[in-house]
């Protein structure tokens, strides 16, 4: 029987010591993550949308929450910046509607953050040009290729009839 407990031991410490290093690793991820984010989440939807578009933005914190826009990817703020949107204080997360200028093409970091605090996100939209509206066009180029489909597959029938007239009267 003494054979049996020291043959064990060491499995046994080498367990507890595995078991509290793994414990100490998971402890450090989780206390970093909390510290460098504080928790707060900002989301974008549609992440890509054309000049003059609109987008929602939405996150897990209020409170006087700030959204600001900054021209580039993974811009901070300026100094100067002035928010966007600010969240009303009696919310404790949000959601409001932004739209972008007219003249606003390429990539923006939309930042949401509650000023002199650790909470913070951000989020990467993408502004496309406008596209211009080919739906009405008043050129006529529409109804004359309409035309000229019609025309073909008048033609085509008339020749499918053509071949089935000439193999009745060949029989």
């Known amino acids: 029987m003494g054979t049996w407990f020291a043959n064990t031991l060491p499995h046994r410490r080498l367990a507890v010591v595995l078991a509290g ?8 991820l989780l206390v970093g993550t909390a510290r460098a984010g504080g928790g ?10 054309a000049a003059g578009g609109q987008f929602v933005v939405s996150g897990n914190f209020g409170a006087d929450a700030e959204v600001h ?14 928010p966007v949107y600010t969240v009303p204080p009696d919310r404790s997360s ?7 200028g007219a003249d606003t093409q390429g990539t923006w970091t939309v930042w949401g953050f509650i000023p002199a605090t650790e909470c913070g996100d951000s989020a990467i939209l993408t502004v496309t040009g406008t ?6 066009a008043t050129d006529g180029r529409g109804a004359w290729s309409a ?6 597959a008048l033609a085509l ?6 071949t089935v007239a000439a193999r009745r009267d060949s029989a």
């Open 94 to 100: 949000f959601s409001a509607t932004i739209t972008m």
């Open 69 to 82: 826009l900054v021209p580039g990817e993974d811009v901070p703020p300026p100094e100067d910046s002035e």
């Open 21 to 28: 290093i793994i414990g100490l690793l998971m402890a450090l």
């Open 40 to 49: 707060c989440q900002i989301t974008i939807e549609p992440g890509t949308i």
């Open 131 to 136: 596209l211009s509206d080919t739906a009405l």
């Open 157 to 162: 029938m008339g020749v499918s009839r053509f």
């Open 147 to 152: 035309l000229g489909v019609l025309l073909v």
